[in-house]
């Protein structure tokens, strides 16, 4: 993939595939390859890519910055529109959105991805390019998975509700595709039309083709099909499918060119994703979560009163960078104003004290997150971010402590109440929602008991019964779970690693906490400010001009910002490294095969069934206890070295219908397992007893 070229639409990708000829197609991965390097000069609105001496390749997108039909990619060679050139230049181009897959004169030039097709996108956001939800900035610094887009917003409180990954059971119905058990879904519910339940059965036989081949034989060819099974999709309104293809195809992509924000976790998850949603459709089932819903443009929110709460540094993979402030209204939404544009991080180094692009321009975003916005014909995205539209109009208020409320109401919960509401697993939940809960802030208050690498130990801080507060008693701080907290992002260019340096020196300090949960790591948080603990002795002494919080990515913590020494209480810590469940479970036998399923296609896994389990991964799962870890693994393995033979007598692989049933109730199984994993990690030791 080259990020030099337009964003092409699924269905002009395959289509330019699909017209080639058997031999050319045996050429495409290596062509796709050869001219992903190759410049590409900018004429105008248009972009070419010289192939050969006789061929060029010309790219036309529309107005929403994508080709997004035919007559967009055009080739001077003698065999256009059928050739080689013009399907391995398609197939370099990075994938568009759907909602990027406007009609020409519907969008502004610079539509954002995060707009739906037919409506005007905000002004504030078009000159980022990007799209909140999916590919937020990950803690390395790279996006989360090849290809995708880059920002830092985070959804509303209101609205998300408790959501999690998917975990439902791998039951299986007579259509060839699993089938949910239950439906916890009203009898009103509509069940799919049979427009949906045929796109449905084309998505999930290309998936398992995909899955069935693996990472290296999932080139041009069978991507191609993928997309086109999209297409279908998302003419017959199968929206979360959609997405959950592109995203497939993306991380394909970036497996395949081995991107350095390519993640084998994620590409696993979006295949898991997208067999679970086809299959469910597949067989009829009436949840409307199933068929998800369209990209939204920004809507009105009336007026608003927000409060600055911290900023976010983000650097993406992909050469942007910028800043996200994140906002909490009178009523404890989340909101949030992003500046995200090319730069990297340079970019996000500036931002932090760039001019909010919102009402009169008067406050920059480190004086926004210590202060607030009363804001008039506010617009809104479905994730929480605000518009800067011609008729928005916002003034400058006086800041507010992290000790005032709304704000003081962040750290009024239970650390765990408030994480087992954001790891709660719904049945058929959209991964993109679930992913959006778990992203949402969560605050506590900690003290520190020690490090391990690059990482802080921490337990929750006693509360008084009476009034409420934090307790600043002497002790180790009660018998709260131990929390790894880890930097939000470890570039070099911000201040997160140095700031933990300073707080590791510190055993017994106590802070208030603000970050992120991360919801595949035993009892981790990744904090993104800290302030003081109301109350306590041992704890942070911040500047004025802070106004009670410092952000972690752009504050640099000092000595005069802590106590003494002497006012330190001694803490009981950990003796070592604290053993962490999840990576220590023998489940990570039963990840490894599923992972080397995607990784490396169904030959792969039938090496254990040809050896007689040489290494003994199923007796082991057996012996820890995990018996249906054990059994799963077996049919996985059995049916990935099925064979059968055809009218000559030749072996040949079987239909991968059965052996993606087989890989699905595997991976479902192993995500519902490892989220029970992580949510015991928070529970406090009392409380199992």
Request: glycine residues 12%.
């Amino acid at each position: 993939m080259n990020a030099e070229l337009p964003p092409a639409a699924p269905d002009v990708v395959a289509a330019a595939v699909e017209s080639l000829t058997s031999r050319l197609r045996k050429k495409l991965d290596a062509a796709v390859e050869s001219y992903a390097a190759l410049p590409v000069t900018v004429d105008g609105g248009t972009l070419r890519v010289r192939c050969g001496e006789d061929a060029e390749v010309t790219l036309t997108p529309g107005p929403s910055g994508a080709v997004t039909d035919a007559e967009g990619a055009v080739c001077g060679c003698l065999l256009a529109p059928r050739c080689l050139h013009r399907a391995a230049v398609l197939s370099a181009c990075p994938v568009a959105d759907a909602e990027a897959m406007a009609v020409d004169g519907t969008q502004s030039a610079t539509a954002t991805v995060g707009t739906e097709a037919g409506t005007e996108a905000e002004p504030s956001e078009t000159s980022t390019g990007l799209r909140g939800g999916r590919g937020e900035a990950s803690p390395d610094g790279g996006p989360q998975a090849a290809g995708t887009s880059t920002t830092g917003t985070t959804g509303t409180t209101g609205t998300t509700g408790t959501t999690g990954t998917t975990g439902t059971t791998g039951t299986t119905g007579t259509t060839g595709a699993p089938a949910s058990a239950a439906s916890s879904m009203p009898a009103s519910s509509m069940p799919p039309t049979p427009a949906q339940i045929s796109a449905a059965h084309g998505l999930w036989a290309a998936t398992a083709a995909v899955l069935a081949a693996g990472v290296p034989a999932a080139g041009a060819v069978p991507q191609a099909e993928l997309l086109r099974a999209a297409h279908t999709a998302r003419l017959a309104g199968l929206h979360r499918a959609e997405a959950a293809a592109l995203r497939v195809v993306r991380g394909l992509r970036g497996a395949r060119a081995r991107h350095d924000g390519h993640r084998l976790a994620d590409l696993v998850a979006n295949v898991r994703e997208l067999l679970l949603t086809t299959g469910l459709l597949a067989a009829a089932n009436p949840d409307p979560a199933l068929v998800g819903n369209a990209r939204r443009a920004y809507r009105p929110g009336g007026g608003l009163r927000v409060h600055g709460v911290c900023r976010e540094p983000v650097i993406s993979a992909t050469g942007y960078g910028g800043v996200v402030t994140h906002l909490v209204s009178d009523d404890g939404e989340w909101f949030s104003i992003a500046d995200v544009k090319p730069g990297g991080p340079a970019r996000a180094r500036g931002a932090a004290k760039a001019t909010v692009a919102l009402g009169s321009g008067t406050l920059d975003h480190s004086q926004l997150s210590r202060g607030g916005l009363l804001i008039s014909g506010a617009t809104l995205s479905p994730d929480g971010r605000l518009g800067s539209g011609k008729g928005v109009r916002a003034t400058p208020l006086a800041g507010l402590a992290w000790t005032s409320d709304p704000l003081a109401a962040l750290f009024a919960r239970p650390l765990a109440e408030a994480v087992a509401e954001r790891l709660a697993v719904a049945p058929g939940t959209d991964p993109e929602r679930a992913e959006q809960a778990a992203r949402r802030l969560i605050g506590c208050d900690l003290v520190l008991v020690g490090a391990a690498g690059d990482h802080l130990l921490a337990r929750e801080v006693s509360r008084s019964e009476d009034s409420g507060e934090s307790a600043d008693s002497g002790d180790s701080a009660g018998e709260g779970p131990l929390v790894r907290l880890a930097p939000a992002n470890g570039h070099p260019d911000l201040t997160h690693t140095a700031n933990f340096r300073q707080l590791a020196a510190r055993p017994g300090l106590r802070l208030r906490v603000l970050g992120r949960l991360e919801p595949d790591r035993a009892a981790t948080l990744r904090p993104l400010a800290i302030g003081p603990v109301p109350g306590a002795e041992a704890t942070l002494r911040l500047p004025d001009e802070w106004q009670g919080h410092a952000d972690l990515g752009y504050d640099r913590l000092q000595g005069s910002h802590f106590p003494p020494p002497d006012a330190l209480p001694a803490v009981d810590g950990p003796a070592g490294v604290p053993a962490d469940p999840l990576a220590e479970a023998p489940l990570w036998r039963l990840r490894r095969l599923v992972e080397v399923a995607v990784s490396g296609g169904r030959r792969a896994v039938a090496e254990p069934a040809r050896d007689g389990d040489r290494n003994g991964g199923v007796a082991a799962l057996r012996r820890s206890g995990f018996r249906g870890a054990a059994e799963l693994s077996a049919a996985l393995t059995t049916e990935a070295d099925r064979r059968s033979r055809d009218v000559f007598g030749r072996v040949t692989d079987p239909d991968p219908d059965r052996y993606a049933r087989a890989w699905l109730a595997t991976a479902v199984y192993l995500a519902g397992t490892e989220r029970a994993l992580v949510q015991a990690t928070w529970r406090s030791p009392s409380s199992d007893g």
